[in-house]
């Protein structure tokens, strides 16, 4: 066009542009990096599985420009949580390194009648897409298994609590690390899922993630005492199983996180 071939035209364009960008767009970016915002940092060394206390967190006034949207900004919010993830003095919380239970608190509970096991996920959608919860009530099914690439429904693995999810370097996994806008979609993924077991349930999950591919089904999110109905039915069939073969192991009886806590 001839508007683009007329040097003086190009000149008053060029000034133009210079000037919104210098009256308009830089001072709504440095305004933007201006911007103080309170965040809650961290005073001293603090390690996976610690309480949060009151002495352990300060607030601190910072820029707000390109911090992480789930950045803590209330103590109120951090207070007697649990930290998912190692801290050193001076880092910034974010939602997804706290939650209200502790990390290790299913671990801590074993007492000998049960034991804890992982099992791998080997796709984003074996694992109910991210959303499993510790405490949740889950079935496992099994798909390509063996030979002839069978799809089984295990009844020995009809009702299993989830302990906790965690990514590929070994951090406990939460839905709301995603929101962390400094990481992408991809990142913390979980890839294991970890379940109390009994010794029925271990021998199961070995052979069925050798042997074959472990998709995942919540069943129950809720109320303790109400998993524990489901952990108790449980119990009926492994008992029942090992009523019809005496021969077997009798360590059967179902654990889990509702009815080891009494509740």
């Not at 379940?195 to 809720?222: I, M, Q, W």
């Amino acid at each position: 066009m001839k508007i683009f071939k007329n040097r003086t035209t190009l000149a008053i364009i060029g000034i133009v542009i210079a000037l919104i960008v210098c009256f308009v767009i830089s001072p709504e970016v440095n305004a933007a990096a201006g911007k103080e915002i309170t965040v809650v940092r961290i005073t001293q060394s603090i390690t996976k599985g610690t309480q949060i206390t009151k002495d352990m967190v300060q607030t601190a006034k910072v820029g707000g420009y390109n911090l992480p949207s789930n950045t803590i900004k209330s103590t109120d919010q951090v207070i007697n949580k649990y930290a998912l993830a190692d801290f050193q003095p001076g880092d910034n919380i974010l939602a997804s390194k706290i939650a209200d239970k502790s990390p290790n608190e299913g671990l801590t509970n074993l007492n000998g009648d049960r034991q804890a096991i992982s099992v791998s996920i080997k796709s984003f959608a074996a694992g109910v897409s991210g959303k499993l919860q510790p405490g949740d009530i889950i079935s496992f099914y099994v798909a390509d298994y063996g030979d002839m690439k069978e799809t089984l429904e295990p009844g020995e693995l009809q009702y299993v609590q989830v302990i906790t999810t965690a990514n590929d370097k070994g951090v406990d996994y939460s839905a709301n690390t995603k929101k962390d806008s400094s990481k992408s979609d991809t990142d913390d993924m979980p890839s294991t899922i970890t379940v109390f077991s009994t010794l029925a349930h271990a021998v199961k999950l070995v052979d069925f993630e050798k042997n074959g591919t472990l998709h995942a089904a919540l069943v129950y999110r809720g109320p303790d005492i109400n998993a524990k109905k489901f952990l108790d039915s449980e119990n009926k069939y492994l008992a029942a199983q090992t009523a019809q073969n005496p021969g077997q192991q009798t360590e059967n009886k179902v654990s889990g996180g509702a009815s080891g806590n009494g509740k």
